[in-house]
């Protein structure tokens, strides 16, 4: 199983990006993921989670900017960013659930860089 993040880039304060995490090599499903983020200098944390049950957990400095969803038809996780900031510049990490027993798989990371 590889779990692969995209939607990464360069955006401006206050833009929008959306990043997705994917899981190929087979039939997998993700129930749950957890997007995390590593600023340069800083620990892993986490951002957003979605479970299987449809709950949603948001980092404080994300609760009214970023969305998190999960399309199960196309077993994708999104994470809407919306008015970013430059402080949210770091590598976004999807930690996917997959399968029967819910084994996590880690993605390597997408750069979200917010500068003018």
């Known amino acids: 199983v590889q779990v692969v993040e995209s939607g990464g880039g360069l955006v401006q304060p206050g833009g929008s990006l959306r990043l997705s995490c994917a899981a190929s090599?087979?039939?997998?499903?993700?129930?749950?993921a957890g997007w995390y983020r590593q600023g340069p200098g800083k620990e892993r944390e986490l951002v957003a989670d979605i479970r299987s049950d449809g709950t949603l957990k948001y980092a404080d400095y994300v609760k009214g900017r970023f969305t998190i969803s999960k399309d199960n038809a196309k077993n994708v996780v999104y994470l809407q960013m919306n008015s970013l900031k430059p402080d949210d510049t770091a590598v976004y990490y999807c930690?996917?659930?997959?399968?029967?027993?819910?084994?996590?798989?880690w993605g390597r990371g997408t750069q979200v860089t917010v500068s003018s």
């Open positions: 090599g087979g039939i997998y499903v993700i129930n749950a």
């Open positions: 930690d996917a659930e997959i399968g029967i027993y819910s084994s996590h798989y």
